[in-house]
Structure formats: structure tokens, C-alpha cells
DNA sequence: TCATCTATTCCGCATATCGGAAACTTTCTC
DNA sequence: GAGAAAGTTTCCGATATGCGGAATAGATGA
């Protein structure tokens, strides 16, 4: 990922490009001549946008001044965006539930651009994989059920959109083509569900099913996965019921407008069963 | 909190005010005449500052681009900054463990400036409440058993200038003057766990232990939250006895330097019983 | 329909930002 | 341990960059 060439201008711009970069490789934390190669800007430049993000609590500089990293204080902050329309503290319970029932770990997948995000996760027994990660991670969408619940009910133009520009960042990742990505995004329309496309993950699999809005399009995804054992034809319905029923419910929580007096009514204590 | 008068200058701070102030009541978003009010700016140039920012993905724009709230870019940017020193990676098994096996929420929670902020969060069966609230939410440092944990170990030097700053910070939430909190953190420092300093939360308890590094200083604290029945003298020594056993854990895992190579070695794998 | 409030574009001025050069510090090498 | 190399930080003048007043376009409500 090249910031650097054309277009960075803004001190704002350099500022976040540094963030972005601290991002990646945070474990390790990034030097000042390293981000100043990285990003092609000099010493001098880099030195005076890292005091000034320092100073305000978004990076953090390792005692001896040597390493930069991003700052607990940026972490605090965006944990709220992680929370759009409410969608994760409306999910919270139903996931904690959803986990607690099926003995699996539960993912809340949202759209962001043209991957999708990991914005909660609830842990059941199983210790398993997922392209998702930790809670923040991205996947291509598409790759993935949930990511593949949320592309397969896009509005048709961005879902075309999102393949035109994600077939390539898909080779060799189980992705065989374009033939079979559209093969798989009907058949997910069709049953309303995504389910274990490709063993891509050994042992792994999961479920997903879309969060729908009004219009029928996406909105999020909530996901099982789990191991293979524990997907087998009998379960896997199952699942998907309950999986289901929860959308459901998260839909109607999503869309808490009284048609007529158009007002956001404050309903997440009405827990649904 | 104005961020407003004096100080604001360049476009990065701004920017930076921008999103905290969109941080803040991001369920609802903001308009930019609202952000413009708010930070002392003229709508031109809160526009142009937004425009960079939804650019960059930082922001996002609601239909009819009325509304400004926080990305998802950012939320998944600012997940890996939850994570100094892997901490957050090296004590998620130890959380889920731990909730597993004592039914009660588990709570990791670190320093920020004058706050302690909860990194990770481990639910159990029992529902509660807590300072703390959900992952990245905030308290003032010395509020809550695990927070009390971190400032009570906390080098004295720096100790000392939290409890000035946050003496008057704590008006009002139980704290009652100077010499009741030195009291309570010499207790601490003495038998090496915060409990239930104050039922601040009617019907809420609390224990926590420390994480130290290899000066005795906290980096971290492990903490339960539970009902007040689930904490009575009987069960107390137990679950400390178990916290304490798994912060040194973690400690262990915190310092994985070869004491004369000082190579960090990759020890994730290595699952501690 | 008009009035009011809000969002967006334009542009000249002033300032905040840039980066070369150099001092200073740390880290490596022998 | 001394010298070299690389990295970090301060300084400062030129200029590019972002600022905000004013005017326009768009939305909202009466």
C-alpha cells in the first residue's frame, strides 16, 4: 500500500497515512526514518507530525523515543465507531446467546468498502480459525460466509461493483473464478444462507446469514464458525433456523421506526427471546 | 470538553478534534454546523476537513450526506492499537478461560494518561454492570477494582501526579478525600489486590490483581466483575488465588527476553496451563 | 410560496507547513 | 573503547497550504 507517490498533500493526509502505517506492524512499532521511508516524506516532516499526534494521544512513543506505535487513546476512540446504528450493542446479547446455545463462536460482519469488517465476535468452546481474525479484522468480501452473506445481498450495482474489483484480490484464495463466485452468490440468495463454500480453512467451517434492511439488502452478517465435525448435515439446518430467527430480530431492532411518527424509539431494553 | 480556544492550529489537530468530537455521541452522528459550533470553526472549513477525512475513510457520510459519523475504516484501523505488547492477544485465552471457569465477566484493562481504559472483556453467564462498560470505554484511574489495581502500582512518581490530577475528578463517585484513597492504594500495595474498595454499583463486586512488569510496575490488571453474592468472603481468596496465578502468566509472556540475546522471541504458541 | 437554516464553492490573504542544513544522540563496528 | 554511521531533533526562510468571508445552492419548514 503506496501513500507516498502522487497525492499526499494535506498535513491531515500525512498524519493519517503515518497512523495507517503504525497500524500495520503495530506489535512491533515503526522508527521515525522508517516511517519517513515509507511514506516518503523526511525526518524533519515525519518528526514534527508524530510530536503533534503524540500530543494528542493518538500514538504512543516508546521510552528512549525510539518506537512509535498507535496510542491506547486512538483505540478508545474508535471503539465507537465500531458500533453503527447501534448494531453492535443491539447484537451483543443475541450473540452472547447465540454462543452460549450453540457452543460455537459467533461473528458480526459489516461492509466496509469492499471488504468486510470483523465488528464483534463472541467465543464459544471450540478454539477455531477465521480469515476474520480478531474483532477489527478485514477480509476481502466475498471470502468467507459472512463476508459472502453480506456481497451476495448488496444492491445490484455495488454487489457488481465489489466483484469487478475483488475477483483479482481473490486468486488463490479459493476463489476459482469468476463463473464460480456468481454461482455461489446465487445459491446464497437462493437459500438466504452461506455455508462452508470452500474448505479453505482446513477443519473449518461456518454459516452465515445476512442482517437485511427494509429494502432486503445488507446491512450485516452474523456468522458461526466452527469445526467441521460440528457442521454436519443434520446440525447445519439447525443452525441456520436459529441463526436466522436472531437476523430477525436484529432487523427489526435495526429499523425501530414507527412508520408514521418517523421516531428512533430507544428499545434495547425490550430483550427479545 | 472544548477543544476549541487556544491551542487548535494546525489542520491535523483539527482534523483530530473532528473525530474525537464525532467519537462522542456517535450513535446519533453530527451535522457540520453542529461540529463547526462546537469546535470553534467555520463551516468552510470543517467541510473541507471532513471531505479529507471521509477520503480517507476515517469518516462516513450518511445518505443525503447530512450526518457525519466515525468509519468502520478506523474502528478496524484503531483495533490493532488495543494491543501493546500483544497484550491483548496474550490474554485473550487466559480471559476466556478465566470466564469459563470462575462464570463471571473478566476484564483486561490498561493505562491511558489519567484513565484506565478496558482493552478486552470476557463476558460471563451473569449479566452486570460496570465502570468500565464495554470494550474501550473509560474510567478515571482509581475508580473501579481494576483501575484501583493499576494506580496503586503504578511508579510512585507517577502515581503521585495521578492523584493530584484525578483528586477532583473523583468528586462524587465515592471517593471520599485524599486520605481515604492513599489509604485504600497502600492496602492494595499490601495484600496485592484491589477488592470491592466502595459499592459504588449497588450490588456489584469487583476483584483485581495487577499485571507487573519486571520493576514491579503495573502495565496491566486482571479483573472481576460480579454480583455482590458471588464475592463473599469464602469465595474472595479463591478467585484471587486464581487471578494472580494467571497475571503472572501473562507477566511471564510480557517479558519474553532472552535475558542475554534480548532477541523477543515468538512465544505465542507456547499455551501456558 | 417564501423564509430560514444548512451545506458547498470560490478566492485572496496569511499562516502554518515543508524540508535543507546542521547539532545532537544513539547504535554499530572494529 | 574510540571512531564511524545512522537516527533523531532543532532551526529557519520560502512558499505552498489551509483559512474564512462572502456568495451560491440546497434543504427544511411555515
Redesign the interface.
Known amino acids: 500500500m503506496t501513500v507516498d507517490d502522487a497525492g499526499a498533500k494535506?498535513?491531515?493526509?500525512?498524519?493519517?497515512a503515518i497512523?495507517?502505517l503504525l497500524?500495520?506492524g503495530?506489535?512491533t512499532g515503526a522508527r521515525l526514518t522508517d516511517i519517513a521511508r515509507a511514506l516518503n516524506l523526511t525526518p524533519p516532516t515525519v518528526h514534527r507530525?508524530l510530536k503533534?499526534?503524540v500530543e494528542?494521544?493518538?500514538v504512543?512513543a516508546d521510552k528512549g523515543s525510539k518506537r512509535y506505535?498507535?496510542?491506547?487513546?486512538?483505540?478508545?476512540?474508535?471503539?465507537?465507531?465500531?458500533?453503527?446504528?447501534?448494531l453492535r450493542d443491539i447484537c451483543?446479547p443475541i450473540m452472547?446467546r447465540l454462543s452460549?446455545t450453540l457452543r460455537d463462536t459467533i461473528f458480526l460482519m459489516?461492509?466496509?468498502?469492499f471488504?468486510a469488517?470483523c465488528?464483534d465476535r463472541?467465543?464459544g468452546?471450540f478454539p477455531i480459525r477465521s480469515f476474520t481474525g480478531?474483532?477489527?479484522?478485514?477480509v476481502t468480501l466475498g471470502i468467507g460466509q459472512g463476508s459472502l452473506a453480506i456481497l451476495a445481498f448488496l444492491p445490484e450495482e455495488e454487489r457488481e461493483e465489489v466483484i469487478r474489483f475483488n475477483l483479482p484480490r481473490m486468486q488463490g484464495v479459493g476463489i476459482l473464478d469468476e463463473v464460480y463466485l456468481r454461482t455461489e452468490i446465487a445459491r446464497v440468495r437462493d437459500v438466504g444462507y452461506a455455508s462452508r463454500s470452500t474448505g479453505l480453512l482446513p477443519g473449518m467451517s461456518g454459516v452465515a446469514v445476512p442482517v437485511l434492511d427494509r429494502q432486503g439488502h445488507a446491512v450485516a452478517a452474523l456468522s458461526v464458525g466452527t469445526i467441521n465435525e460440528r457442521l454436519n448435515e443434520e446440525r447445519l439446518p439447525v443452525v441456520v433456523d436459529i441463526l436466522r430467527r436472531e437476523a430477525a430480530g436484529v432487523c427489526r431492532q435495526l429499523n425501530p421506526f414507527d412508520p408514521v411518527l418517523r421516531r428512533p424509539a430507544a428499545i434495547l431494553g425490550s430483550g427479545a427471546a
Chains 1, 2 share one sequence.
Open positions: 494535506s498535513s491531515l493526509q500525512r498524519g493519517l497512523l495507517r497500524a500495520d503495530n506489535e507530525i503533534t499526534l494528542e494521544g493518538m504512543e506505535r498507535l496510542g491506547i487513546d486512538l483505540f478508545a476512540m474508535a471503539a465507537r465507531a465500531g458500533n453503527p446504528n447501534n451483543r452472547l452460549a459489516v461492509r466496509s468498502g471488504d469488517v465488528l463472541s467465543e468452546p480478531d474483532i477489527g479484522g478485514r
